[in-house]
């Protein structure tokens, strides 16, 4: 078909090239094998739901949601949809259309696009993947399933090329607590203000908190405990110290404590009780977590979530859960553009079967199916050309291998164009480097 | 969060269950192992397009266009956007909005979700995931790649649960010099009345052919054409026969033979010349590829794509391509409703680590840990319930083994829960048998 010419990218929808591509996918696959390795089921839900349910959700969501029509209805029959902005709403109402058809507590994972009608800045998109887990059950939820969900990400991360990052986790019910234990009531608009102390700094915040009707006294309470922070329990002695006592305190710092626990156990140093940490959305209400990875505090949270005691509930029945979720495209791009992570080479391809004349194609795709047949990724040459020019197509895509057929005496050849190495080889034999089998992501 | 209670499927937009999603992630998984052997590299591309770029493609695609806009929209800043409905039109905007950064011939897949307006009715949706391959190269794209495609997909088939299928194979040249041969001169219509065949029967067929401007003759010799079919090359001798010689003809037979002949080396009885088969869409130049599965041809093609001399072209340059598409969704939903295709267990572990009781859970986690770092997926069990049940909760979601920390005399046992063998067995070395390691593909 003719296109248009003008084609022009749209702001707040990423598109890679090959090589970025390759990036993304390997941090898919290792999201995907850590997720199954733990038992979470893959589930995917539809990308459109009805457009009062994408609302209802609270908050300001009514501001991002991207709603969907027929171009050509001719009626009003279809409900009003819309592209869904997370993967928690969608994942709410299939636990609810689908809960005599599920076993609980029920594992999944979940890897999609959503789309959000924020205005675009740089790091924010409004169309994006993310790559979420979540454990549901029926009625109550087991606290362990709160310190299992941030060490599986720590396992996935530890897998990929993030560098060394932190995992920050707080309770609700700390800061919750600790506000009444000081005589302050309105807990919701609080934590909101305190939400705000990455951005501003304290003083402001402190600011903020006595223009809301808190007493000088308390908004340097608020501030001390919001200050606490640390990688093993010493954080429970910290807020001890500051002198307030509160059932529901008490509630937290215990469970909490659990979860920091479990950390020290199986991920050293990665868990990090921080008591600063509030997450902005309503409908946590114990556990909640933050990702950062070192050096790149500023990017923000690349992986989030918490506990919910009421993700779904269809008024008889209510499902309590815990999720997480990575901004994938949003952490993949960062790691792009500003860590210069790349592909190896921009094909899947580790070995080009060079043609030596168009007569023997035949001859060059039969060395081609035989390497495939052993699980060697390779691409037969486009055309006869002279070698050299078949060399400079595989240095191109940094494809690592070409190969001759009957180059040698009486069989086969293959090159590694890196080192310039050429040595007899059989297609059925051939045994490619493990490290040039698939792409590798590296760093300029 | 609360959710309002109403909860019902949107037609024309289906979700599976986590058994049913397992299927299809192994389609997924084997039609990319397949087109990654074969040196395609892996793309995506944004969901949305500029409404004028998905219209101008011609045909009656604007009756299939969802538009989406901003619900919070203060503006009409945003250009008119909908999503793309095939992955063809998106790749040829892609090819040249990045040509400069793109190494050609470029091979490319692409899986992804395409959303159509239509009208839905069974086995047809709304939203649902292609999975492409193309070649593009500029200006001239080599003939050997029209016979690559289908063989690329006949190797993605016979390593799926699909049973026999046919890929059935014609070029546009055949038809257009036939009916030029025989002096008709508005192939388009001829080749949109002949597409009919497979709904209505030979017998209207020649009646519209008449209504359209034909003589008897010539509906009689159209529909001669369509009924010439081959595995072999014999199709060619059969075209003769029929007595009409023109050289646009000549040169659909001699291109057409190339890819039989290469289908009868490397895929036999797979390919099959049927001159029938026409499709659509008005931008195939060359050859046409078409899927049927045997026993269910009552299904419709399950793969279908061709050559067009401009896949896209910026005024400049022209971009001519070939690719094919694997309906996938669709492919996948048939096989699940209709021969009842099924995983053998509804989440990805393969174990169930049993808790004797919750003081010891972490006992139970370092197993699960040790069999995680040699690739097993296993799940803790949810609470230290009696034995039975944590091993109804094995059973109920498929999960073929249970662990028993402690069982043993100074270890561990392992028991196949489907055959009652309990065994001796130790985290750091127990085989998990390779067939039990993923869900299995099955049928009842």
Aim: glycine share 10%; aromatic share 8%.
């Amino acid at each position: 078909m003719s296109a248009p010419t003008k084609v022009t990218p749209i702001s707040g929808f990423p598109e890679f090239l090959p090589a970025e591509r390759l990036v993304e996918l390997h941090f898919l696959d290792v999201v995907r094998e850590v997720f199954e390795l733990h038992g979470f089921a893959p589930l995917e839900t539809r990308a459109v739901e009805p457009v009062e349910r994408l609302l209802g959700k609270g908050g300001d969501a009514d501001k991002e949601v991207y709603g969907i029509r027929r171009l050509a209805a001719d009626d009003d029959r279809d409900a009003a949809l819309g592209l869904h902005f997370d993967l928690t709403v969608p994942f709410a109402r299939y636990v609810l259309e689908n809960a005599g058809r599920l076993d609980f507590p029920f594992r999944r994972y979940q890897v999609q696009k959503v789309w959000r009608g924020e205005r675009p800045q740089e790091g924010r998109f409004r169309e994006f993947t993310q790559a979420d887990i979540d454990v549901v059950d029926v009625g109550e939820l087991a606290p362990h399933f709160e310190a299992e969900m941030p060490l599986v990400i720590a396992e996935a991360f530890r897998r990929l090329p993030v560098g060394e990052f932190r995992i920050q986790v707080n309770n609700r019910k700390i800061p919750e607590g600790f506000y009444r234990g000081i005589g302050i009531s309105d807990v919701a608009t609080t934590l909101r203000i305190v939400d705000k102390l990455d951005k501003v700094g304290p003083g402001p915040v402190a600011e903020m908190l006595i223009e809301s009707g808190a007493s000088e006294d308390q908004a340097r309470q608020v501030l001390a405990l919001a200050s606490v922070s640390s990688t093993d329990l010493s954080f429970v002695d910290a807020v001890h110290a500051l002198g307030v006592r509160h059932p529901t305190l008490d509630e937290g710092l215990d469970a909490l404590a659990a979860v920091v626990a479990a950390g020290m156990e199986q991920a050293p140093g990665v868990l990090v009780a921080d008591l600063r940490v509030a997450r902005g959305l309503d409908y946590y209400t114990g556990t909640v977590y933050e990702t950062q990875l070192v050096g790149a505090e500023a990017w923000g949270s690349v992986c989030s979530g918490g506990r919910y005691d009421s993700l779904a509930s269809d008024g008889r029945t209510t499902y309590p859960g815990v999720g997480i979720s990575i901004g994938l495209t949003r952490l993949v791009h960062l790691l792009v553009t500003k860590r210069g992570l790349t592909a190896s080479r921009s094909t899947p391809a580790a070995v080009l079967v060079a043609v030596v004349d168009e007569a023997s194609r035949e001859t060059s795709r039969r060395v081609a199916t035989a390497l495939r047949a052993r699980g060697i990724p390779c691409e037969v040459a486009p055309s006869a050309a002279r070698f050299g020019k078949q060399i400079r197509y595989a240095d191109r895509r940094g494809i690592p291998f070409v190969w001759f057929p009957g180059a040698g005496e009486g069989g086969d050849q293959v090159k590694d164009i890196r080192s310039g190495e050429q040595v007899d080889a059989d297609a059925a034999t051939w045994q490619c480097p493990p490290e040039d089998l698939r792409p590798a992501v590296v760093t300029p």
